[in-house]
């Protein structure tokens, strides 16, 4: 999505609001603190307006993880959501390199099962999934 012209596309846009509210030392903890809000609030106002750059439409890439009890999540019914689901053996690989001794908890599997739930909750709708090997 970045690579299109009519779209503005944020990339974890949370995290850093999700290390200042756990505490987690993760790789490039003071980095990720220092280059976004930390205040979620002030995250999500900016989530929920149109692209400042003036594209026509905004991606934003969410990890469920990040999406703790802290972090308010009534906002996601105001904005197109879209799951995109990895085989579990493919993220556990992938994140391991990063994180020794990930736990289901921190890969995010138990959350995006309970956002999944709750968008369909929130919007009455059965949804279409699409397996991609």
């Known amino acids: 999505f970045a690579q299109r012209e009519d779209f503005f596309a944020i990339d974890e846009p949370l995290y850093a609001a999700y290390l200042a509210a ?15 809000p930390t205040d979620p609030n002030v995250v999500i106002s900016t989530l929920t307006q149109p692209p400042s750059d003036g594209a026509a439409n905004m991606y934003q890439k969410h990890m469920t993880q990040h999406m703790i009890d802290a972090i308010p999540r009534v906002w996601m019914k105001t904005v197109t959501n879209v799951f995109l689901l990895r085989h579990p053996a493919r993220v556990i690989s992938s994140f391991s390199k990063k994180y020794e001794n990930p736990t289901l908890h921190d890969i995010g599997f138990q959350k995006q099962i309970e956002l999944y739930i709750r968008k369909l909750l929130w919007e009455g709708l059965q949804d279409i999934v699409r397996l991609n090997q």
């Open 22 to 36: 756990t505490g987690l030392d993760h790789p490039m903890r003071e980095e990720v603190i220092a280059s976004q």
